[in-house]
């Protein structure tokens, strides 16, 4: 038996798509799937997502792109990040499309010009003169369409202004926040990420916006155990019981990506929220139990309602740093490909 096991459900990344490409009322749905695909696996979700009517993917390194241009011969595949001379040349080679951050455009590749409308990263703050033939989009990025939608709109708006003489450009600034609560941003395509995933992008339930979580992690009880009262579980005796209290011990740690700072989030056990108690260790954490449970107990850790959104409340920070954080390691956990 696996310490872990993921399942991704392509099943799951169809429906967020068709959901996706209903919302954009007409723009196109281009599928981010950097970071492997942020951990779901980029090459299985491009695949989905091209034959659900994805036009684009998108990645960030020339090495994403690449592995994906040797499965999908004749995808169109966008480059997000600036590149280096010599990757420039790959990218040239292999069919790619790539992101310009400044005036230097290259000759012989296709190109987005990234213009910076208040994201404040990479991007131009305006186009100086009129692009070259090479160019085939203008592009920008929204720094706040998941939490703040009026500096969202102000971006969106100075974006229409600066592309206007250029509308037969491919025009794309929406990222999945967007699509969901902005329509106005989607022009001719959005770059969604996180949705694809069904992820929330304002760390919400995802089904307040018609979402589905395509990936489930489980594992089981590896050992079951009574702490008796002064004895503690784990690294620092940061949880000594007061009282008998059984425990459990489920053989997934923060090398398989279930982060130190997830202590006091819960799991699934019988259909019981049950708090991760003691500190996370690198293989393996402890969950207190209500009563003794046989060793082999299924323990859901993302599944069956219970959210990514929900681990990210509790160590501070975003769904979308724990599913890049899950270890894509087989010799650590099976990945199970499913398309229900
Ligand atoms: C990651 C990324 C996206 C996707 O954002 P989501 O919030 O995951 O939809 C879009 N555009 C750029 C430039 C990105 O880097």
Redesign the pocket.
Known sequence: MHRSQLTIDLGAVRRNIRRLIAALDGADLWA?V?ADA?GHGAVDVAGVALSEGARTL?V?TLAEALELRAEYPTARILV?SPLLPAEIARAREAGLEITVVDADIPEGVRVHIKLDTGMGRFGLSELLSAPGGNVVGL?S?LATA?CDLEFARVQVERFRQLTEPYAGLIRHIA???AVLHIPEASFDAA?????LYGLS?FGSDPADDGLEPVLRWESRLAQVKQLQPGESTGYGRRFVATEPTWIGLVPVGYADGFRRDMTGTELLIQGQRRPVIGTVSMDSVAVSLERELLVDTPVVIVGDGLLVEDHARVAATIN?EITCGICSDRRRARRVIVDA
């Open positions: 981010v950097k942020y998108c960030v997000m592009m990025h998941d990222n999945s926040a770059r969604c990420g996180i949705a992008p979308y």
